[in-house]
């Protein structure tokens, strides 16, 4: 899930879609305002759920990791 900044949640299929929104980063400038952070869940969780194949790999290159 996404939050904007106001506490709000919101779905993020559009945003994986667009090119240099949130998700889909045009420049290493772009992807490095994004940032990652580890979840400390153990355990086995079921999704119902669908997936897309993009520029994770772009992203996990070139995001901040946060502590």
Aim: charged letters at 20%; aromatic letters at 16%; a negative charge.
């Amino acid at each position: 899930m996404n939050t904007c900044l106001c506490g709000a949640h919101f779905g993020d299929f559009f945003l994986h879609h667009e090119p240099g929104g949130a998700f889909f980063p045009n420049t290493e400038k772009e992807a490095g305002l994004i940032s990652i952070e580890e979840l400390p869940l153990k355990g086995v969780f079921d999704f119902d759920c669908g997936y897309g194949v993009g520029i994770g790999y772009f992203i996990f290159e070139h995001a901040r990791r946060l502590p």
